[in-house]
């Protein structure tokens, strides 16, 4: 199931990479559901999680503004809209999973995210999500919300 979820954030990836190229043109007809549902096809007999990526990506697209407003005080130096879309793209999977799903143990959600951005990021981009994801992973299990002090429900 590993290698087949694998695939599956790639097929999320390239489905929500796709959804924001075509909704920032203003394409009304794009939509987050048809977009993975084509994606999914070219691979039915291979992906057994389907669930999973739908999750993952419904996920992403529901929440990309809750998702860039956690994002934007871990890396204050790059304004979330000059972050490279596909940077963008890898760092939301991978910050909805780490909040989302439960049964993905977060080194893994990390080293997937890793493993995207080397595969389809510029030279800098590994370093990048994986840095800005320690950050995101701390946050997520002291329970703070970036830019602050303070754990939700504690003073710090």
Known sequence: MASNRHLGRIIALQSLYEYDFRHQIGDAEATVEE??????????????????????????????????????P???????????????????????????????????????????????????SSKFVNGVLGTAYRHITEQTTPGSTKAKGKEA
Not at 50 to 69: I, P, T
Not at 78 to 89: E, G, M, N, T
Not at 95 to 113: G, H, S, Y
């Open 35 to 72: 977009i993975v549902s084509r994606n999914l096809e070219r691979y039915e007999e291979t992906i057994e999680d389907k669930d999973f990526v739908q999750r993952l990506v419904r996920g992403v697209a529901a929440q990309s503004e809750a998702l860039d407003a956690f994002l934007q």
């Open 74 to 124: 871990i890396a204050p130096e790059w304004p979330v809209k000059d972050i490279a879309r596909i940077d963008r793209c890898i760092l939301h999977m991978a910050i909805f999973e780490l909040q989302e799903f439960k049964d993905v143990p977060p080194k893994v959600a990390i080293n997937e995210a890793v493993e995207l951005a080397k595969a389809f990021g510029s030279d800098n």
